[in-house]
């Protein structure tokens, strides 16, 4: 069984300030990790994805996540917040090998304040 | 590229009505997908497919049926539609490998059930 826990359905930055959202999984093998940014109106496209080459990994829009399995966690990080970042993250998880089925969390809404 | 396209993006049904939501994919993924979201649930799996003429069941099935006739089509259909089915409808492809691969997502499709 597989699933990921986002903390938090709802958080504010102000811009410029760091990004940090929260974003835990639970794997009974060794998983795939992903987040995901929807703007409204708009389907889910790939901010960045973790597949053990290396435990951190950078993606499109300044956007980084580090892997820690000693405490299963994929946070999502921006040092800088930017206006256009307001959008729904979701944190997604698959296991490697085989069927690749995707579960993904209830998604994090990020507010930036000017 | 057109990607992943869903029809239609917007409609409203009455209870006990039937319709079908297309998807098509024109990269010639092998999975297909389609999700139901609805707010502060995140994505939830109704029904998959691994490949042309086949389906299976997600976590929340009751009450669609799905069929993929041709590898770049799965349609979504609602035999007799319920108020508790209104939600944002998502297909997406996805390819196969042994890598992390990522979905592609449609932009949706808003459904009202009156």
């Known amino acids: 069984a597989q699933s990921v826990t986002q903390l938090g359905s709802h958080v504010s930055v102000s811009e410029g300030a760091l990004v940090l959202l929260r974003c835990n999984y639970s794997?009974?093998?060794?998983?795939?990790l992903f987040w995901y940014v929807q703007y409204p109106n708009q389907g889910l496209q790939l901010l960045l994805k973790?597949?053990?080459?290396?435990?951190l990994v950078k993606g499109i829009n300044g956007f980084e996540a580090e892997f820690k399995k000693s405490e299963t966690s994929f946070h999502l990080t921006k040092p800088s917040a930017h206006m256009s970042d307001a959008a729904e993250y979701f944190c997604a998880v698959s296991p490697q090998g085989g069927y690749q089925k995707v579960t993904f969390g209830t998604g994090t809404k990020l507010q930036v304040i000017p | 590229n057109a990607g992943v396209t869903q029809t239609p993006k917007f409609r409203v049904l009455k209870t006990g009505q039937s319709m079908t939501l297309l998807c098509a994919q024109d990269?010639?993924?092998?999975?297909m997908y389609w999700y139901r979201q609805d707010p502060g649930m995140g994505l939830r799996l109704i029904h998959y497919s691994v490949g042309e003429g086949t389906t299976a069941k997600g976590e929340v099935p009751d009450g669609y049926n799905v069929s993929r006739l041709k590898k770049q089509n799965f349609l979504l259909g609602l035999e007799s539609a319920a108020p508790s089915q209104t939600s944002v409808y998502f297909c997406?492809?996805?390819?196969?490998?042994?890598?992390?691969?990522?979905?592609?997502f449609g932009q949706g499709t808003r459904l009202t059930v009156v």
């Open positions: 794997s009974s093998v060794p998983p795939y």
């Open positions: 990269m010639n993924h092998e999975y």
């Open positions: 973790y597949t053990s080459a290396a435990t």
């Open positions: 997406a492809s996805r390819p196969t490998g042994m890598g992390a691969t990522e979905a592609f």
